[in-house]
C-alpha cells in the first residue's frame, strides 16, 4: 500500500530551466526588476484588466512555478487515484473468490470479515493520508458539498462548477413524484388454487422463471416460495399481497425505464388471460425543478437541464410522495463551493475548477438497489453468498466512479495545466530572447561610439606627433 505524501516541493518548477536564464540575463533581470525569491516577488505588476502586456520576465517566472506546482499537486491526485483503484480490485478479488466456490468456508466467518475490513481500511487510510504539502486531496476538503433540508430529499451528484447558494439555499419544487413499475392481481389467490398447482410466470429484461404452487402449502408459504425463486434468480421484483389475498408484483427500481411481464394459469390471479404475459402498468418519473430551473427525472433523480446555470449538475433523490397540478415545496439544498481554482490562458486567462469529491467507502457505491441493504462501499459484508452478490454490485458502483474521477483528473491535467504552462514557458523564452536582442544592440551601439571615439582620438594624437617631428612643414601650411 503505498499513501502519496508530498511535504515539501511547493515551488516544484524545475530549477535548472530558471537559473540558467538567469545567469544568461543578469543585466536584463536587474534592469526588469527584483529577482525572485521563496516567498513572492517584489514588483509584481501584472495588470488582469489590461491585459498582460506588461508581464516581466519575474513574473512569468512566478506564474510558471504556481503552474508548476499546481501540475505536481494534480498529478499527485492521479497517482492516489490509481492506488485506490488498486486496492479496489484487490477487494473485488477477495470477494469474487468467496463468491467462485459454492460451498466456500469462509463465507460467514469472522477470519473472512476481518479480512475485507482491513482491506477496506486500507482503501480509507490511502483517501484521508493523501496529501501535497499540508493540503489533503482525497478526503472530500476539495469539493463542492451540498446538504440537503428536507425530509423526503437526498443528495446524489454535485456539478464542479455549481454556484455556492444564498443562506436559505436552493429551493426545490416537485410536481410528480416517482413510482415503481407495478402489476396487480384482479382476483384472489385462493388455499383452492395453490392445493391446484397454480403455475405463474415472470419475465424481466431477458431473464423468465416459472413457479408452481405446492399442495400443502399455505398463502404465506407459497408467496415465501415464489420470492425466493425470484431473488435466486436475480430479478429485481418484489411479491406482496393485500388482505384480500390479491398478488401484487412490483418492480424494486423507481422509473419510466423499469418494466416487467407475468402470467398465470388462472385468469386474473395475475394476467388476464390464462397464460399469456401481460406487462406491468409503467413506473413514473420524477417532475419537478431545483432554484425555479426545468429539471428531468429519471426515477427519484431530479437533475437540472440546463447546463449554463448556476445550478448545473446538482442531482438530488426525492422519494416522497406527491401527485399534484401544482408544485409543492419539499425543501432546498444548500451548496459551498471549496473545489481547486486553477487559472488557465495567457492572453485571456479564465477560472477552471476542479473537485475532488470524497473518496472514503462511506461516499463510494451510493445508491446501489440492493436486499442486503447496503448504503455504500463501507457496509458490504460476505457472511452470506447474498451478501457476496450484493456486494460485488456496490463495488462495482465504486470502482466506476474511481475510474471516472482519475480520467476527469487526468484529462483536466493534459487540457488544461500542461498546456498552461507550456503557453507560460514558450511566452518566457519568446521574451528572454528578444531581451537579449536588445540588449545586444545596445551593447553594439555604446561599443561604435567608444570605437569612434578612440579613433578620434587616437586620430588626434597621430597628427600631434607629426607635427612634433616636422615642424616647418606645419608651419608653412599655417601660412
Keep these: 500500500m503505498s499513501i502519496m505524501n508530498i511535504q515539501s516541493g511547493m515551488n516544484s518548477f524545475n530549477h535548472n530551466y530558471l537559473v540558467s536564464n538567469r545567469k544568461k540575463s543578469k543585466k536584463a533581470d536587474e534592469h526588469e526588476g527584483t529577482m525572485l525569491n521563496g516567498d513572492g516577488l517584489v514588483g ?6 489590461n491585459g498582460r502586456e506588461h508581464l516581466t520576465i519575474e513574473n512569468l517566472n512566478h506564474e510558471i512555478i504556481g503552474a508548476e506546482s499546481n501540475l505536481s499537486l494534480v498529478q499527485t491526485a492521479a497517482c492516489a487515484l490509481q492506488s485506490l483503484e488498486n486496492q479496489l480490485s484487490r477487494i473485488s478479488n477477495f470477494v469474487k473468490d468467496i463468491s467462485g466456490s459454492e460451498e466456500s468456508e469462509t463465507t460467514g466467518t469472522s477470519a473472512s470479515m476481518l479480512e475485507l475490513q482491513k482491506l477496506l481500511n486500507e482503501f480509507d487510510q490511502i483517501a484521508t493520508q493523501t496529501q501535497y ?26 456539478g464542479e462548477n455549481v454556484h455556492s447558494s444564498p443562506v436559505r439555499g436552493y429551493p426545490v419544487m416537485i410536481q410528480q413524484s416517482a413510482s415503481r413499475a407495478f402489476l396487480k392481481g384482479k382476483i384472489p389467490l385462493s388455499q383452492n388454487l395453490i392445493e391446484r398447482g397454480e403455475q405463474m ?111 448545473a449538475g446538482l442531482r438530488v433523490r426525492y422519494f416522497g410522495k406527491s401527485s399534484s397540478d401544482e408544485p409543492k ?46 448504503q455504500s462501499l463501507a457496509d458490504i459484508a460476505v457472511e452470506s453468498q447474498d451478501q457476496v452478490s450484493d456486494s460485488l454490485k456496490v463495488l462495482e458502483k465504486a470502482f466506476e466512479e474511481i475510474t471516472s474521477t482519475r480520467e476527469k483528473v487526468e484529462w483536466f491535467n493534459d487540457d488544461h495545466l500542461k498546456n498552461h504552462l507550456n503557453v507560460l514557458k514558450v511566452e518566457h523564452d519568446h521574451r528572454y530572447r528578444g531581451m537579449v536582442l536588445r540588449d545586444d544592440g545596445e551593447k553594439a551601439r555604446k561599443m561604435a561610439e567608444i570605437t569612434k571615439e578612440q579613433i578620434i582620438l587616437e586620430g588626434g594624437k597621430s597628427v600631434l606627433v607629426q607635427a612634433d617631428q616636422k615642424p616647418q612643414t606645419v608651419m608653412s601650411l599655417l601660412k
Design 44 to 49: 509584481y505588476n501584472i495588470d488582469l484588466l
Design 133 to 158: 504539502g499540508k493540503d489533503r486531496l482525497l478526503d472530500g476538503s476539495h469539493s463542492v458539498k451540498a446538504i440537503v433540508n428536507g425530509e423526503d430529499l437526498e443528495m446524489v451528484e454535485i
Design 201 to 311: 410466470l415472470v419475465r424481466e429484461g431477458n431473464s423468465l422463471i416459472k413457479f408452481t404452487s405446492r399442495s400443502g402449502d399455505d398463502l404465506v408459504q407459497t408467496l415465501k416460495r415464489f420470492q425466493m425463486l425470484i431473488k435466486k434468480h436475480g430479478l429485481p421484483i418484489e411479491v406482496d399481497c393485500f388482505d384480500d389475498g390479491k398478488l401484487m408484483l412490483q418492480h424494486l427500481n423507481y422509473g419510466s425505464q423499469y418494466q416487467f411481464g407475468a402470467a398465470s394459469t388462472t385468469p386474473g390471479v395475475l394476467s388476464s388471460e390464462s397464460g399469456q404475459i401481460e406487462l406491468s402498468y409503467p413506473g413514473r418519473d420524477v417532475v419537478g425543478s431545483i432554484n425555479g430551473e426545468p429539471c428531468i427525472g429519471k426515477g427519484q433523480i431530479l437533475e437540472v437541464l440546463d447546463p449554463s446555470s448556476k445550478v
Design 329 to 374: 415545496d419539499v425543501g432546498s439544498v444548500s451548496v459551498f463551493q471549496n473545489a481547486y481554482q486553477f487559472e488557465s490562458g495567457f492572453m485571456k486567462p479564465k477560472i477552471q475548477r476542479l473537485g475532488l469529491q470524497s473518496m472514503m467507502t462511506e461516499n463510494l457505491g451510493k445508491g446501489v438497489p440492493n436486499l442486503s441493504g447496503f
